[in-house]
């Protein structure tokens, strides 16, 4: 990987973290990471940490004040969820013509937006769970949905990251907890079938795919208490896997980052289901940056370190070429 060779020529770089989402602290430690591994590598970076406190549109002001005092040429954004990941936060760089890292704010919105990017998947060839979008308070809408879709079902809102908001109702019974917990976090909420298979993840960076990662909860699914809780989870990285298997998954996780239109980096969450297909969930076009997070994992099965990583996504957004070690 070519990089530049004069110090005086790395341009000062914002890290953006927090935010006023329900993923705050874990972009916190995103954010964390990045610095100090953008630091490692001798870049200039200087930490913005968004208040959770704060309106979208107080976080905006708060973001562009940041930004003016701070005067960076580069932009890191290492927020997730709403604001971070919906295109707001990706507008208001664009705004101050500033560049910045991850996908554009038309692509971002599409990966947080679970029925918007479940359209383009589906028009893209991809095989998606069947599902149906239902406003709580349309018991006519609940009612359509039931009869096209047997229990199990997932229920979760369509604009939340690292499951914030996501239940499993077994049975008619557990479906109103369902839907009241989805309803705390978006007015629209997405119901779909229960897909029994391996939970599989596909890491994108640069177009090219990184090894497949497994994840085996301890959990009914892979919720955010799986994620953020040690020892809740194994990760079985790369997944065991027959070659030919894992080009379909890495290709199929390809054509969801592509579908979006993404750019940079992406992680694609898919289930390989009982008959061995795999079958997209969602894009997450800002993943966990921690050292132990999925897309870190599975560069690092390509003799990528973290450090590597992120200073090959601020490349990336500079204009650099990158490709994955060989």
């Known amino acids: 990987m070519?990089?530049?060779?004069?110090?005086?020529?790395?341009?000062?770089?914002?890290?953006?973290?927090?935010?006023?989402?329900?993923?705050?602290?874990?972009?916190?430690?995103?954010?964390?990471?990045?610095?100090?591994?953008?630091?490692?590598?001798?870049?200039?970076?200087?930490?913005?940490?968004?208040?959770?406190?704060?309106?979208?549109?107080?976080?905006?002001?708060?973001?562009?004040?940041?930004?003016?005092?701070?005067?960076?040429?580069?932009?890191?954004i290492a927020l997730h969820g709403p604001f971070g990941e919906d295109g707001t936060i990706q507008s208001v760089c664009e705004a101050s013509h500033l560049a910045y890292t991850g996908s554009d704010a038309q692509s971002s919105r599409l990966g947080l937006d679970k029925v918007a990017s479940r359209i383009r998947f589906q028009q893209a060839g991809l095989r998606v769970p069947t599902w149906r979008l239902i406003h709580p308070s349309e018991h006519d809408e609940l009612e359509r949905a039931l009869a096209a879709l047997r229990f199990p079902l997932v229920v979760k809102p369509t604009n939340q990251g690292s499951s914030i908001g996501v239940s499993i109702a077994a049975h008619h019974a557990e479906l109103a907890d369902a839907i009241e917990q989805a309803s705390r976090y978006d007015a629209r909420v997405l119901v779909e079938e229960f897909i029994r298979g391996r939970e599989l993840t596909v890491g994108v960076v640069a177009d090219q795919a990184l090894p497949v990662v497994e994840i085996k909860s301890k959990e009914r699914f892979f919720d955010y208490r799986a994620k953020y809780t040690p020892g809740m989870t194994e990760y079985v990285v790369p997944a065991l896997l027959d070659e030919e298997l894992a080009v379909r998954i890495q290709a199929a996780g390809i054509l969801a980052h592509q579908a979006l239109g993404c750019r940079h980096f992406s992680r694609v969450d898919l289930i390989l289901n009982e008959a061995n297909e795999p079958v997209v969930l969602e894009v997450n076009t800002i993943p966990g940056l921690t050292a132990t997070s999925l897309l870190p994992k599975a560069a690092a099965c390509v003799g990528m370190s973290y450090d590597e990583l992120c200073e090959r996504l601020v490349l990336m957004a500079v204009g650099s070429p990158v490709s994955l070690p060989s």
């Not at 602290?25 to 704060?54: F, K, M």
Request: aromatic share 6%.
């Open 2 to 76: 070519e990089r530049p060779i004069n110090m005086k020529d790395f341009p000062r770089i914002a890290v953006l973290m927090g935010g006023p989402s329900a993923e705050h602290e874990i972009s916190l430690n995103s954010g964390r990471g990045v610095v100090a591994a953008l630091t490692r590598r001798g870049w200039q970076t200087n930490a913005v940490v968004i208040p959770n406190t704060l309106t979208i549109a107080q976080a905006c002001q708060f973001t562009r004040q940041a930004l003016e005092h701070s005067q960076p040429e580069l932009v890191f």
